[in-house]
């Protein structure tokens, strides 16, 4: 069973950062394709960034240049570097495996003054 535990959300003010962490358990991290996604207030859960098992990366276009995804296969963990966010990136942000699809609890993220 796959297992999903997302942190590192909070409160920030546009212009700033933040880093969110996801680390896997009963999954061969070293294989798996790991997505984030995120859904804001009142919209539908939106794809943001993708790293595969053989470190291809990719990103929706809205956080192309401000956030990066990366991975610790000795850490059974995924990264979601956020920088020069905005309150348009505010949303609840969700880690997921491709294969077996399975999903974390999610983490908030608010970008306000």
């Known amino acids: 069973q796959v297992q999903l535990v997302e942190s590192g959300g909070g409160l920030v003010q546009p212009g700033g950062s933040l880093r969110l962490s996801c680390v896997a358990s009963g999954i061969e991290f070293r294989y798996a394709v790991m997505d984030w996604h995120r859904q804001a207030p009142g919209k539908q859960r939106e794809w943001v960034a993708q790293i595969q098992n053989d470190g291809y990366i990719q990103y929706t276009n809205s956080v192309k240049g401000r956030f990066t995804i990366s991975r610790d296969n000795t850490k059974n963990t995924v990264y979601l570097q956020m920088n020069m966010l905005t309150p348009e990136d505010t949303a609840v942000y969700y880690c997921?495996?491709?294969?077996?699809?399975?999903w974390g609890q999610g983490t908030q993220v608010t970008v306000s003054s």
């Open positions: 997921s495996s491709v294969s077996p699809r399975a």
